[in-house]
């Protein structure tokens, strides 16, 4: 790995930050500490007191949202933002969210101890309740920063407390529609939850886009036959039918992962009924997680599933029927951050490439009110939401570095120069 | 079908019998008369009065089987049994079991109508607990009979019952040993629960063998990566293998199935963990009913699915774990037996066929101790252990007549003619 040598980023700052938020944790269950808990409190608490020490003025805005701000040299000429989300799920990790919060922390105290100004103001941001919380709901921090939080999720009930109160204990303000637009830049690190990175032995990766993520249920009803007394080709046998649909779910996935873009698919839920060792199952209930970056790419893989499941039905006299979920579409990287990402990888002397993010991210919704990009750093056998999940030190300081160096090129450009050209 | 014009049973008196049983049950749901309950205690009552009136001696033997006993006109000579049980599953049927009991009880009645002098001792039977009880095992009755019955069984328990209990409860003596050894010949009539006399237009099935039934378990360890960010071909999925072994099962089973012998092999049990829309499959476990006629199928099934998994395996490194949780070998009928059921077929002008039988029987106990055969009747849609399951009168009462022409023919052989050849 290239060495951190005088890139101004401290691996020590951020080792030590990194540990001291992992001892905030529920102590049965490392590492816990989800929002709209008493311990994302003492986690927030933590973070405001590095904050103040690196001589931000640190607020919650109306969304909830930790910000910690260096006002620019031009006022008026907009902000450039940096953050992700300290909140984990439950038995997660140390690092997913909480590397980009204190490499977005180590950005601000390098340019301080750089004494480098910016034309811009800087924020750094730990985005509220970005994992499925115990409302049911993600990324609640940035929608809310994005204008995009459904009014109805305010009345999410958990117990005796709604979504609408945890906002207000966090020091938001619920009622107020927060949309922000005056952000030039949003700029997001992450461990890459993934090994494309370990397994080619890479830097860096430069985020082109934050996939969709479709959900498609397909139900499959059988006949529940005597298992001993019907004979084989007489059956209607739920599972059977199903089997060979999973094993072309597979194929058509591949096949897309095969081309240009990023594409994946798997049956994450599977059910079967009657499950008793002597019946043929009549029903099986299967739910399709599909990621694309490209709306075409879903409807050409939809197309194929539709049409395998009609030649399916027609062959086994098992019905089947689909319908989708739900549909969030992929949220391309803004291009010219992704250029001055890229530019940075390299003037830094580090290794990198362009990779697609099958996982959503704050910075989807950051991505609709100003210029986003996304770099992941590598984590051990890209396990992640476990305990086991490892990032190193010194790629996450190395991450800081790309974020450091990209910072400074976008301070350069203004509004308007959305096209992505740059001087610098 | 057939006329049942003057085959000597009686059709009326079989629809009255099935009705009335029928009417014994938990009335919220048809049709449940389980073992070791009150309902059953009913319903034995009723079909004491009804042996009764057709002149047998009735008594409950030390097994808990309730026995109706015409004496021979040559004492030693031996006995000719007949007959199925009156306990049902829960949501059951009114003709699994029950009519095999009826149509013993009508060769009975026709014999005495005919004024039919038997050399063998005639026994009308209702086996206890032929259904998966309440204490969880079957064939109770019918085991005890063949001296079979596992002696750790008596201490099954449930709720603050013993099996022990329940035996004694039915009038039976639980710790007397009591197979018999003076079973000449055993005949059961039984529904198919399966299409294969119906779709083919067929009255009779003469039962050639009771399949056995080999449970194979088999568990797939993949790795549960996060759907979105682990790429196509970088995944250990263990839905996808699974799937594939799915398919390789209904194949091999198939191909035996197509040969001169009865196979059949179902997945019926199957789950897969951890079952999250957003993380790939680690863990299936699936459980395969197999059922064959013949040690070497199963063997040959068993190697089969064997090298599927060693190559799946290699293939997609899910690695796969099979065990033989259960065996129970395949029994074959008489073969006299069979010959003589076939000829009784013929000689009163019905249409039949000789078919395995898929589910487990009395009769494959009574084997053990016997000269044993069945036959088949139709049944609707093969539809049974569901209230729907239906079966003609008619249908029954051909059947009957079947059995009452081979009880005769039986008659006529003695011990020592196991080889089947017969005068007459």
Redesign the interface.
């Known amino acids: 790995m290239k060495s951190l040598g005088n890139l101004g980023v401290s691996a020590a700052r951020i080792e030590d930050d990194i540990a001291a938020l992992a001892a905030i944790t529920d102590p049965d269950r490392p590492y816990t500490r989800r929002a709209f808990t008493p311990r994302h409190a003492e986690g927030r608490d933590y973070l405001r007191r590095r904050f103040e020490a690196a001589g931000l003025a640190t607020t919650i805005d109306a969304s909830g949202n930790l910000i910690g701000r260096r006002p620019g040299a031009s006022p008026g000429r907009g902000t450039i933002m940096l953050g992700s989300h300290s909140d984990t799920v439950p038995d997660g990790g140390r690092f997913d969210g909480i590397a980009g919060v204190i490499a977005a922390l180590e950005v601000a105290r390098a340019l301080h101890d750089g004494g480098i100004a910016l034309d811009h103001d800087l924020e750094v941001v730990d985005f509220l309740a970005e994992e499925v919380s115990i409302f049911g709901v993600s990324c609640v921090g940035s929608r809310g920063m994005a204008g995009v939080r459904p009014p109805e999720w305010l009345s999410r009930r958990q117990g005796d407390q709604t979504l609408e109160q945890g906002i207000a204990e966090a020091g938001g303000d619920p009622h107020q529609v927060a949309r922000r637009e005056d952000v030039a830049a949003f700029l997001e690190l992450h461990i890459?939850?993934?090994?494309?990175l370990e397994?080619a032995g890479l830097d860096i990766g430069v985020v082109t886009a934050i996939?969709g993520?479709a959900?498609i249920e397909i139900v499959l009803e059988g006949r529940a036959?005597?298992?001993?007394?019907?004979?084989?080709?007489?059956r209607r046998?739920a599972?059977?039918a199903?089997?060979?649909l999973?094993?072309a779910i597979?194929a058509e996935?591949?096949r897309l992962?095969a081309g240009p873009r990023?594409?994946?698919?798997?049956?994450?839920?599977?059910?079967?009924l009657p499950?008793?060792?002597?019946?043929?199952?009549s029903h099986v209930r299967l739910?399709i997680?599909a990621?694309s970056q490209d709306a075409g790419d879903l409807a050409d893989f939809s197309a194929a599933i539709e049409a395998h499941a009609d030649a399916l039905a027609e062959a086994t006299q098992v019905s089947i029927a689909s319908r989708r979920i739900s549909d969030a579409g992929a949220v391309p990287m803004d291009a010219g951050v992704v250029s001055a990402l890229d530019d940075a990888v390299g003037a830094i002397g580090a290794t990198g490439c362009r990779l697609a993010?099958?996982?959503?991210h704050d910075a989807a919704f950051l991505a609709r009110i100003s210029r986003a990009g996304m770099v992941f750093v590598p984590c051990r056998d890209?396990r992640?939401?476990a305990p086991e999940e490892w990032a190193e030190t010194d790629a996450i300081a190395l991450g800081a570095a790309v974020l450091l160096k990209t910072v400074q090129t976008l301070d350069t450009q203004g509004k308007g120069q959305a096209d992505g050209s740059h001087s610098g």
């Open positions: 890459e939850q993934g090994t494309v397994a996939t993520i959900r036959d005597h298992a001993g007394t019907t004979p084989m080709g007489r046998d599972l059977v199903a089997a060979r999973v094993t597979e996935a591949t992962a990023y594409f994946a698919a798997t049956v994450g839920e599977f059910e079967m499950n008793a060792a002597n019946v043929v199952p739910l997680d990621r993010s099958g996982a959503g890209g992640s939401h």
